[in-house]
């Protein structure tokens, strides 16, 4: 079965400090997609980015990276320098094309970033 | 070329009314994901359509949910004699095809408050 664990629940982090959400997941399948989305308070989902299971490159986008770690199932989001902009929800989330591209959501992480 | 629309954003209702949400997918998508998010919780798949065809409807409840998507006109999510227990917001995905690794763009959502 496929699962995305984000063991985070609640994080608090005074602004400008770096923070790291984990994420962990769950396929038998060789190919696959991850994905991370932000929910800000107004509700709609923001695409941050998807990652096929071949290209373990680490990325990094302004202060967004990501590191993809097959050997751990681990695909983890650190926001360096937080602002408060960047308080919401995360989500990280898995799909498969062999399953119709369902994707499946971990259960979301709150971060709080403090003036 | 406007994104994924889905409309109410918001619907109010009351227990036993009936409940209809309508996404419009992106031009050229001829496929659409509805997911349901819980308060509090991720977002979870409920049911996958192509124009005229569900393809996969392992995630809606058994009872009073129903889905189509015709050759025209928007997909339709119903629930009918909606419980306490209904409100959520749901989201609609597109995608231009299924099963092939393509990404799939959300609407805002839709918030159902059944009071």
């Known amino acids: 079965a496929q699962k995305v664990t984000q063991a985070q629940t609640e994080i608090s982090v005074v602004e400008k400090e770096d923070v790291t959400l984990d994420c962990v997941y769950e396929?038998?399948?060789?190919?696959?997609?991850l994905f991370w989305y932000k929910q800000p308070p107004s509700g709609e989902l923001v695409f941050l980015i998807r990652r096929n299971s071949f290209d373990e490159q680490n990325e990094i986008s302004g202060r967004y990276s990501w590191n993809f770690q097959k050997s751990t199932s681990s695909f983890n989001f650190t926001i360096t320098a937080s602002q408060v902009v960047d308080s919401a929800v995360y989500f990280c989330a898995l799909s498969d094309p062999n399953r119709d591209d369902k994707i499946i959501f971990g259960k979301g992480t709150r971060l709080h970033i403090l003036p | 070329n406007a994104g994924v629309m889905q409309n109410p954003r918001h619907l109010v209702r009351r227990r036993g009314q009936e409940a209809r949400l309508r996404c419009s997918p992106m031009?050229?998508?001829?496929?659409v994901y509805w997911y349901r998010q819980l308060p509090e919780e991720g977002l979870k798949f409920m049911v996958y359509l192509q124009k005229e065809n569900i393809i996969d409807e392992s995630g809606m409840p058994k009872e009073r949910f129903s889905a189509e998507f015709p050759k025209e006109g928007p997909s339709i999510l119903r629930i009918q004699q909606v419980v306490r227990g209904d409100s959520a917001a749901y989201f609609c995905?597109?995608?231009?095809?299924?099963?092939?690794?393509?990404?799939?763009?959300f609407g805002p959502g839709t918030r159902l408050t059944v009071l």
């Open positions: 031009k050229g998508h001829s496929h």
């Open positions: 995905a597109s995608s231009p095809t299924g099963g092939a690794g393509n990404e799939q763009f």
């Open positions: 396929t038998r399948d060789t190919t696959y997609y």
